[in-house]
Nanobody, 123 residues
Framework: QVQLVETGGGLVQPGGSLKLSCTAS????????IGWFRQAPGKEREGVSS????????LYADSVKGRFTISSDNAKNTVYLQMNSLKPEDTAVYYC????????????????WGKGTLVTVSP
């Protein structure tokens, strides 16, 4: 059973930075996608970024391109999301998610979820 544990959320001012971490365990295959979704109040859960294993292909939502960077430490089974130039509209609960399929931004196709970590961007 896959377990995904997120850390790193918090309160940050607009223009600031945060780094989220997701540590994964229990994967049953060596090939999968792992990444981040977010859900703001009253909105649907949306894909933010994803990285594939073992090839490391990175994908980003248009809204975060150039500001967010996804990376991984394979030895630690940990994926990171470095978020820079944060905006109030980035405020959301950020979830780590894993998929054994090809989808990276369709929440209904994810196989496992973390519990989420809250990111608040406010003056």
């Amino acid at each position: 059973q896959v377990q995904l544990v997120e850390t790193g959320g918090g309160l940050v001012q607009p223009g600031g930075s945060l780094k989220l971490s997701c540590t994964a365990s229990g994967m049953r295959l060596d090939t999968y996608r792992i990444g981040w979704f977010r859900q703001a109040p009253g909105k649907e859960r949306e894909g933010v970024s994803s990285i594939s294993r073992p090839y490391g292909r990175k994908l980003y939502a248009d809204s975060v391109k150039g500001r967010f960077t996804i990376s991984s430490d394979n030895a630690k089974n940990t994926v990171y999301l470095q978020m820079n130039s944060l905006k109030p509209e980035d405020t959301a609960v950020y979830y780590c998610a894993l998929s054994y399929g090809d989808s990276w931004d369709d929440a209904s196709h994810m196989d496992s979820w973390g519990k989420g970590t809250l990111v608040t961007v406010s003056p």
